[in-house]
């Protein structure tokens, strides 16, 4: 698709917003099929994709509903070779949710006491290739009463150059 960038950059987003786009990426080790979405983001530059932004799902959940979403998705990462970053010499890392009957909670006690969301940042090492992994707050999330507040979970796919990861 032609950019709508007449400049140098040729920059253009390409916006999902009608029910049911399944995202895959097709690699014979690493790919992944994201369930099907509402939206998504595609944007590019100089006419190539720069990167995804999805949340894959219909609507917002539940936080149990989400965090079955968020499990099914860091599952199949893993199953798929994808690993935490780490930032060569920092202590600086990112670690897979802890989705045990504990971690579950503090997850849910944690974005609450902070911005609202948690976000883990996975990568397959010697691939140029970054996924941030987000489970947020997206309605009634400043309610006195918790249990309207509905949840997505966010996946953004892109190269690892834009994220500060060292493949390792």
């Known amino acids: 698709m032609p950019s709508q960038d007449p400049g140098d950059t040729k920059f253009g987003v390409i916006w999902v917003d009608k029910p049911s786009v399944i995202i895959k990426y097709d690699d014979p080790a690493n790919g992944f099929v994201l369930p099907p979405t509402t939206f ?11 990167i995804i932004q999805t949340s894959p799902m219909l ?3 539940s936080y149990d ?3 079955e979403v968020l499990g099914s998705l860091q599952g199949q990462f893993k199953a798929r070779g994808w690993e935490p970053w780490t930032v060569k010499g ?3 890392k990112s670690d897979w949710f802890d989705l045990s009957v ?4 503090q997850l849910y006690d944690e974005m609450y006491r902070t911005s609202g969301s948690r ?3 996975i990568g397959v090492p010697k691939k140029n290739l970054e996924v941030l992994l987000r489970i947020h707050c997206a309605i009634h999330c400043d ?9 997505l979970v966010d996946v953004e796919v892109g190269h690892k150059a834009l994220y500060d990861w060292d493949g390792r």
Not at 42 to 50: A, D, G, L, S, Y
């Open 40 to 50: 998504a983001g595609v944007p590019f530059m100089h006419n190539r994709v720069q």
């Open 59 to 61: 609507k917002a959940l």
């Open 65 to 67: 509903e989400a965090v």
């Open 90 to 92: 920092r202590e600086s």
């Open 102 to 105: 504990s971690g579950k909670k």
């Open 119 to 121: 976000t883990i940042s």
């Open 143 to 151: 309610d006195e009463n918790k249990a309207g507040a509905k949840f």
